[in-house]
């Protein structure tokens, strides 16, 4: 099998196992993450980028448990394709790794968890799946920044996807002005304490407040956690391993618009 064959059936794998678009970048291409790459698998030469859609109904809804449960059926259909790409390539002699898109994540300083090995969103606007938008985020063609990423790192050498030539985001900036935290400055800019402090309202920074606080023996002032809605939506939380709480500037990209119009 030619490797322009190899590429074309991997993509195809990936599709049939839920990603929405499935695009390809060298490793040479990620120089930003070549260590980190080759630690996870020395013989890397490519990256397989996937992408799945969000049902943007579900992530432009006011209620936010609806946006959480097909946040994680979207993670769950990148990281299904993900490792099905990884064992087709294996079956056909190229190790390969699937890569996670969200949790688990290195936890050690100086990442502490925010940082994954890869930048998914730098790796889509390499392979040819998208443009950069004002939040930040991988703005495509089809869905907008209506998405979540994930992809497999392998040695096969499979030839990286071009990229895209036009700019898909058009910067109407509606996505900077909708976020609740102030967080977004345009071009990229996102100031992640604003935007932690919004989207993981009930996660590691509240279990850790909640901790700090018993260990200090301040019951009187960890009583709001513990006796109202913040202990429960944290056990939640940690239940469905979802904790984001905030999809502004996702729902609002008129890209993801146009994917629903033309979904109708």
């Known amino acids: ?107 050690a300083a100086p990442k502490k968890g925010m940082r994954g090995e890869i930048c998914w969103r730098r790796a889509g606007v390499r392979a040819g799946l998208g443009s950069y938008g004002e939040n930040g985020l991988l703005v495509t063609r089809e869905f907008g920044s209506a998405t979540r990423i994930s992809g497999v790192v392998t040695a096969a050498e499979l030839e990286g996807d071009p990229p895209v030539e036009k700019d898909v985001c058009d910067h109407c900036m509606r996505c900077v002005e909708v976020c609740p935290a102030k967080a977004l400055s345009g071009e990229g800019k996102i100031n992640k304490k604003l935007c932690g402090d919004v989207i993981f309202e009930h996660g590691f920074r509240y279990f850790q407040r909640l901790v700090e606080g018993i260990a200090k023996g301040q019951y009187e002032e960890m009583r709001e956690i513990i006796e109202g809605e913040g202990l429960r939506d944290m056990w939640q939380t940690f239940m469905t391993g979802n904790y984001y709480y905030c999809f502004k500037c996702q729902a609002q990209c008129p890209a993801s618009d146009l994917y629903t119009i033309e979904n109708l």
């Open 1 to 107: 099998m030619s490797t322009k064959e190899l590429k074309q059936e991997v993509k195809e794998v990936a599709l049939a196992q839920g990603a929405d678009l499935v695009g390809v970048v060298s490793v040479k291409d990620l120089p930003e993450h070549k260590e980190g790459i080759t630690r996870i698998l020395p013989s890397a030469k490519s990256v397989v980028v996937v992408v799945a859609k969000h049902s943007l109904a579900s992530i432009s809804s006011a209620n936010n448990q609806v946006a959480q449960f097909d946040t994680i059926h979207t993670y769950g259909q990148s990281e299904k394709a993900a490792h099905g790409a990884a064992r087709f390539l294996e079956s056909r002699g190229a190790p390969a790794v699937a890569v996670p898109a969200f949790i688990p994540l290195d936890m």
